[in-house]
């Protein structure tokens, strides 16, 4: 995409309201599509939920992330994890839940959210080229103990497209982290996913409600469709 097309507005159908965004402002940003969470005898799946409420993303996904690193623009990928000595990883957070097995544990693929284990990286169809920037972090929100402000304000970036799992933990935690930094997010509905139905639909509720209270809500179409009014020339 050449300079006088990355620099003007453009404009994608949207709730509440119709979004504007200057491509060379704006950035993907890809939430903890990580093996545990998506896979089939991963941790999610463990705990005793129905992975296909997210499995439905990967494509929209897919397509989404080809058509924004064929525009040429920044994307960025987000996992949940802690250090292999658990140092990082809040008392609080460990106890969560009283499951038999928690953060740190062995499960079905290494120790469950752990970095550098199998279950904690990408799935391979959402895989980072490497030169986009993986931000681990260790809470729900992308920004609370990471350097991803640093990295986005050093891409001149404002607008944010954001996806991932799950729609009402780490998406929404990371949405409103963003919205109090200035930045304006867009959430495709259907490149976002809850293990629960009413968590999906309620999430994406509550950003795009009192006039985009957090952001915006459209899908991978227009988000698609957009990114193809500008003309590419290079
Ligand atoms: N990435 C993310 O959302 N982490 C979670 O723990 N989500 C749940 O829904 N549990």
């Known amino acids: ?4 097309n990355v620099s003007r507005s453009l404009s ?5 309201y119709p979004y504007e965004f200057v491509p060379a402002q704006s950035a993907l940003l890809i939430i903890d599509m990580q ?4 896979e089939p005898g991963g941790f999610g799946e463990m705990l005793g939920n129905d992975v296909s409420q997210l499995r439905r993303t990967i ?4 397509k989404l992330l080809a058509a924004w690193r064929a525009a040429g623009l920044p994307v960025l990928h987000t996992r949940e994890g802690h250090r292999p000595d658990l140092s990082d990883l809040p008392p609080a957070k460990k106890a969560r839940g009283r499951s038999q097995r928690t953060i740190g544990d062995p499960g079905p693929m290494g120790r469950i959210l752990i970095r550098g284990e199998p279950g904690h990286d990408i799935i391979p169809e959402l895989y980072p080229l490497p030169t986009e920037p993986v931000i681990d972090k260790p809470g729900k929100g992308a920004f609370f103990a990471t350097d991803l402000h640093a990295i986005l304000q050093n891409y001149g970036i404002r607008n944010l497209v954001v996806t991932g799992v799950t729609t009402e933990v780490c998406v929404n935690t990371t949405v409103r982290e963003a919205n109090d930094r200035g930045y304006d997010c867009l959430v495709p509905a259907d490149c976002v996913g809850s293990y629960f139905p009413e968590f999906q639909e309620a999430g994406l ?10 952001g915006w809500v459209s899908d991978s179409s227009r988000v698609i469709a957009a990114l193809q009014q500008a003309p590419l020339t290079a």
Do not use: C, E, Y
Not at 1 to 4: E, F, G, L, R, W
Not at 59 to 62: I, L
Not at 205 to 214: D, L, N, R, S, T
């Open 1 to 4: 995409m050449n300079v006088s």
């Open 205 to 214: 509720k509550m950003i795009k409600a009192q006039g985009g209270i957090f």
């Open 59 to 62: 494509d929209p996904n897919r």
């Open 35 to 38: 093996r545990d969470f998506l």
């Open 12 to 16: 994608i159908d949207a709730d509440p």
